[in-house]
């Protein structure tokens, strides 16, 4: 299925488990894919608590965070065709007898072969009446298309491409009565679903378990911050990165605040210093070069007769300047490669950067009306994005023009 080496995609110690109620994975190379994924997530906490723009608290399931960005980004260097495609959002029917459809972008034409959505609050949404699994395995990674045999919502027939719906499971999450029914029906029978428990170094094993191997042995990191094993992230692409993947430090400390990149205009400076001081050296490295504001105290005033934005610092040194057009530039691609509207992105409130892919793209978690939500992201766009938040009501009314339009409705 995959063309990787399940003797190199990964020997750690964690291991992942079928519960036999379900269906097991469908190629014997799927577990070699996702088993050195799994190891980097299960050394994160599992439940990491944020502080928003407005200096509010929430928790994220930071291990299910990570385990999406990895394959996120396989998806990302490999142009979406890709046998594993991460949290699809579905549209689910009336009837228990009709087909789920995937959300297809909105973002990239009408090409019938074009990617999933990447957002839970796709165009057409219904409140209620969205699910979102946690992986979808295709059958023919040269299709995009990630469901079954169904016309999608353009009214463009597909053929079945959906090879298996899994759900994956840390340790204290559990699989609930309505989370099964639904993604059974995605999957069209329970022969095409897999609960899969992934189970950490040491804990109680839940079948037979497999034979241990030699945890590995890394390479220095390339910004000179020493690490261990638990820092690796396996990402892939069609040929082989240039930088190793990392995912972020502010990740290890369940009882560190990650406070959030995008803080409003009237945030304390000690806020956004401790934000972007929580990563590493190398991203610090990326977004001084695209967003420099991120490390000084200060704010953005609006220029209105030469339509600019001007962030400056406490001295009353213009650190940044963002013109109108650049905005709706920069807003134009976001929403190409992320599928979000400006409905959305009014809703954004916390984002952080969570894995260094390397090739200087950034995988970003971001919270959209409760909803954790990865995106994959060059530097300028996440300094994009970051501004945008920031500014707020007078910028979004900048790009108003890009409108996508979608409802709002929190989705699992």
Not at 152 to 158: F, K, L, S
Not at 202 to 229: C, H, L, S, Y
């Amino acid at each position: 299925m995959t063309t990787l080496n399940p003797k190199t995609a990964g020997n750690g110690l964690t291991r992942l488990e079928e519960d036999q109620q379900y269906a097991k994975l469908p190629s014997e190379e799927n577990k070699p894919y996702l088993q050195p994924k799994a190891e980097a997530a299960v050394r994160v906490p599992d439940v990491r608590i944020g502080v928003s723009k407005l200096g509010k608290t929430f928790t994220i399931n930071a291990r299910q965070a990570v385990m999406s960005a990895e394959i996120r980004g396989d998806e990302e260097n490999h142009k979406y065709l890709w046998y594993y495609k991460a949290e699809v959002s579905f549209d689910m029917p009336s009837s228990s007898r009709g087909v789920p459809k995937p959300f297809l972008s909105t973002t990239e034409g009408s090409n019938p072969n074009r990617r999933h959505s990447l957002t839970p609050f796709p165009k057409g949404l219904r409140k209620n009446y969205l699910r979102r699994p946690d992986l979808i395995i295709v059958k023919d990674k040269a299709v995009r298309w990630p469901g079954r045999a169904t016309k999608d919502h353009d009214g463009v027939p597909h053929g079945d491409n959906l090879h298996r719906v899994v759900e994956i499971k840390f340790p204290g999450d559990s699989l609930h009565r309505e989370q099964a029914e639904a993604y059974q029906q995605i999957a069209g029978g329970l022969d095409r679903f897999t609960l899969l428990h992934v189970i950490p170094p040491g804990k109680k094993r839940r079948q037979t378990e497999p034979v241990k191997k030699p945890a590995p042995v890394f390479a220095p990191r390339a910004d000179g911050i020493p690490r261990g094993e638990n820092r690796r992230v396996p990402i892939y692409g069609p040929k082989p990165l240039p930088d190793p993947a990392f995912y972020e430090e502010w990740l290890d400390d369940a009882k560190q605040l990650v406070h959030s990149l995008a803080e409003d205009g009237k945030a304390l400076a000690q806020n956004l210093r401790q934000a972007v001081g929580q990563l590493s050296a190398k991203v610090q490295a990326e977004l001084k070069q695209h967003a420099p504001w991120l490390f000084t105290a200060g704010h953005w005033l609006q220029d209105k007769a030469n339509d600019t934005w001007h962030f400056v610092n406490e001295q009353g040194k213009r650190i940044a300047s963002w013109t109108s057009a650049q905005l709706r530039a920069a807003w134009a691609e976001i929403q190409r490669v992320t599928d979000l509207t400006l409905e959305t992105l009014r809703q954004i409130d916390w984002t952080q950067v969570l894995l260094d892919i390397g090739k200087g793209l950034l995988a970003v978690a971001v919270v959209i009306a409760g909803v954790v939500v990865v995106f994959v992201l060059g530097g300028g766009l996440v300094a994009a994005l970051a501004a945008l938040v920031e500014m707020g009501a007078a910028a979004w009314a900048a790009v108003a023009v890009m409108l996508g339009g979608g409802a709002m409705a929190a989705a699992s």
